[in-house]
């Protein structure tokens, strides 16, 4: 209605699995499979979150983790005595709950979903948990992968040693779910400069942010974007 030539096309795409599990496979299809590969000078996210006035100019790494302990099982009475995954899962668990990490750069943790056994009277075969990991900081989100990979296992020897490992010992499996990569961009940069424009003529005023979201990808790419919230 306006008129207005852009000097490129505009490009709208609704994009799947940027939450949980999904770990931004529909942004990585996107820009690293799909038929615009190469072809995306610039990229802006809207994300329903906030107020409007928001730009995440920074993408928050993070790595997430299956962690699946694993053993023997047996009867809750006939195999009393024996290593159980459940009591070395939430050994681990405590241990996690106990870490330090840096508050600045912001680092985070998170046990988010628990599973494993087959009744409430069997000593697990297995038992699991699914674990996120983030941080602004890439040193930093390595250091404390590296904290918790050492206590996982720690827990599993702990069981191996407070217990029976005469039908077997417990074992820990660690299987990578999801790797977000870092991004930044400066806050002079057009693309957010364009934006925080935009944010001033509806009366507000613009603030800068770091996040998890869909411009994580582009970001990490050094392809200019941008998430509003």
């Known amino acids: 209605a ?17 939450e949980g ?6 942004m990585k299809y996107l820009f690293q499979k799909g038929p615009y590969k190469d072809k995306i000078k610039m990229f802006i996210s809207l994300d329903p979150f906030g107020r409007g006035n928001d730009i995440t ?23 009393f005595g024996l290593v159980s ?22 680092t985070t943790f998170n046990v988010g979903v628990v599973g494993g056994g ?4 069997a000593i697990p075969f297995e038992s699991w948990m699914e ?3 983030r941080s602004e900081s890439k040193d930093a989100l390595n250091k404390t992968v590296e904290s918790f990979l050492k206590l996982v296992n720690e827990a599993a020897e702990e069981e ?13 499996d660690v299987r990578p779910i999801g790797d977000r990569p870092f991004g930044e961009i400066a806050i ?17 005023n613009p603030t800068y942010s770091w996040s998890s979201t869909d411009s994580n990808i582009p970001m990490s790419m050094g392809i200019p974007a941008i998430t509003l919230e």
């Open 2 to 18: 306006a008129k207005i030539q852009t000097a490129s096309d505009i490009l709208l795409v609704g994009n799947v699995g940027e």
């Open 21 to 26: 599990a999904g770990d931004l496979r529909g």
């Open 57 to 79: 100019t920074g993408g928050i790494g993070s790595k997430r983790y299956r962690v699946t302990f694993k053993g023997p099982g047996g009867h809750s009475y006939g195999s």
């Open 85 to 106: 995954p459940a009591f070395a899962m939430g050994n681990a668990i405590v241990k996690l709950s106990r870490l330090q990490p840096p508050s600045r750069p912001k």
């Open 118 to 121: 087959t009744a409430v009277n």
């Open 131 to 133: 674990v996120d990991i």
């Open 160 to 172: 191996n040693k407070a217990r029976s490992t005469a039908q077997g010992k417990i074992e820990v």
């Open 188 to 204: 002079d940069a057009p693309i957010v400069q364009t934006a925080s424009a935009v944010i001033r003529s509806f009366g507000m």
